[in-house]
């Protein structure tokens, strides 16, 4: 079955970039999708199709997908960007939803 | 405005059974694939089921394929989702969420507050 890796925990200062990473086999060929969830709340999808944002979603989150790596960047980190986050994928080849295990982002 | 309500969780004795449903509202139903989603306490996320917005395919993860039953009523705009043989590591959050798809699967655009599952004895 096909997997998706993110590092567990990913920290960085107030106003710097964290970079999260998603990493599967041939993951630009799938369309990546990434959500925010933060304690008590429901997710909430931040970007769909590997770098697009629904409404609402500031442009500081940004994505991209190329080769095995599709990575969430979040420019000018503020504190309520506080959550875990998870990429997500379609599996075509065994008609799954596959989620990636989850990256802690830590605002110091 | 889309709003997505779960309801039916409780607990439930191992080997139990239980019937979640999730009532749909601000958009039409039948045009949407839907899924359940669940997160055990601690875990990350784990999808479910999904089902096509007409009701002809569903989908199942392995970990719950051959127990659980995912069904909708678009006359009614609910969504639901029997669960047989329950056991321990059944006991999650479950989230019903909405896909933009209909006959696709693609990616989760608006989900419930989720529904409690508690397996034990």
């Known amino acids: 079955s096909y997997v998706l890796a993110q590092p567990p925990s990913v920290s960085v200062a107030p106003g710097q970039t964290a970079r999260i990473t998603c990493g599967g086999n041939?993951?630009?060929?799938?369309?990546v999708h990434w959500y925010q969830e933060k304690p008590g709340q429901a997710p909430v999808l931040v970007v769909y199709d590997d770098s697009d944002r629904p409404s609402g979603i500031p442009e500081r989150f940004s994505g991209s997908n190329s080769g095995n790596t599709a990575t969430l960047t979040i420019s000018r980190v503020e504190a309520g960007d506080e959550a875990d986050y998870y990429c997500?994928?379609?599996?075509?080849?065994?008609?799954?939803?596959?989620f990636g295990g989850g990256t802690k982002l830590t605002v110091l | 405005e889309v709003q997505l309500l779960e309801s039916g969780g409780d607990l439930v004795q191992p080997g139990g059974s239980l019937r979640l449903s999730c009532a749909a509202s601000?958009?039409?139903?039948?045009?949407?694939?839907m899924h359940w989603v669940r997160q055990a306490p601690g875990k990350g996320l784990e999808w479910v089921s999904a089902?096509?917005?007409?009701?002809?395919?569903?989908y199942y993860a392995d970990s719950v394929k051959g127990r659980f039953t995912i069904s909708r009523d678009n006359s009614r705009n609910t969504l639901y989702l029997q669960m047989n043989t329950l056991g321990a590591d059944d006991t999650a959050l479950y989230y019903c969420?909405?896909?933009?798809?209909?006959?696709?699967?693609?990616?989760?655009?608006?989900w419930g507050q989720g529904n409690l599952v508690t397996v034990s004895s």
């Open positions: 601000g958009f039409t139903f039948r045009n949407n694939a």
């Open positions: 089902i096509t917005g007409s009701g002809g395919r569903t």
């Open positions: 041939s993951i630009g060929s799938k369309s």
């Open positions: 969420a909405r896909d933009p798809g209909v006959t696709g699967i693609y990616y989760f655009d608006y």
């Open positions: 997500q994928v379609w599996d075509s080849s065994s008609d799954h939803v596959v």
